[in-house]
């Protein structure tokens, strides 16, 4: 017996080729020809865009449209679908890439696990640094701090945990070096090492300590004003 053929309603047969490996599609009525999709052995390649959930993407430069519904997830990216899950230290990456042939520059969005014991995740964000290497410049860890890796720059007004006790910190070493407190009565602290003292350390002493006492040339005043010279004698008013 002769294979069977597609035919149209009107009867006509529908004939046509194509190139190995390509995925065929209609290029006329009754026509069948090479369609965007091409396999390799690993590979699959799309030689237009690709729209997901969507009737048009809106704009030709788009190589890729998802449209997905209220809350729900674009792009879902998830571990190897056993109960184990990933380890510790493993991730999933979305990367961006400069050019197609040259992988040494770019950036990546990364979804760690940062306590697969915990289900602790943070996310890194990587930046190029002009060498070809990827550098962490930004971590979002799993108790919502945010760790910069280079200055951070603040235009307009910025405003630190808004509450009635507001603070700023910023550390050496795990010590807190400089901490500056707004208190619930509108009070305006400076301290170092949460001693809520105002010290300013050039190469001699500025300090007002917690009894009110001003000291200069002097890291300890006993008096309310203090002045040490620097031969030794002292100015002292109470």
Known sequence: ?????????????????????????????KAIGDGPITFATNDSTFAGSVIIGATSNGNAVNKLTIASGTNGD?????????????????YKAIDFQYSNTDSSFGSAIRFVVADDTAHGGQIEFFTDNSSGTNTKSLTLDKSQNATFA??????????????????????DAGTNAVYMRAGASDEVYFGANNNYQLRLKTDKDVVMDNGGNLGIGTGSPTHKLQVLSTDNKSFLLD
């Open 1 to 29: 017996d002769a294979p069977p053929s597609w035919q149209d309603n009107a009867g006509g047969d529908i004939s046509g080729s194509g190139t190995a490996n390509a995925v065929a599609k209609f290029t006329g009525t």
């Open 74 to 90: 674009g792009i879902f990216l998830t571990g190897l679908g056993t109960a184990a899950g990933m380890g510790t230290g493993h």
């Open 150 to 171: 280079g200055n951070v720059t603040i235009n307009g007004i910025t405003t630190f945990n808004i509450d009635a006790d507001s603070k700023f910190t910023i550390e």
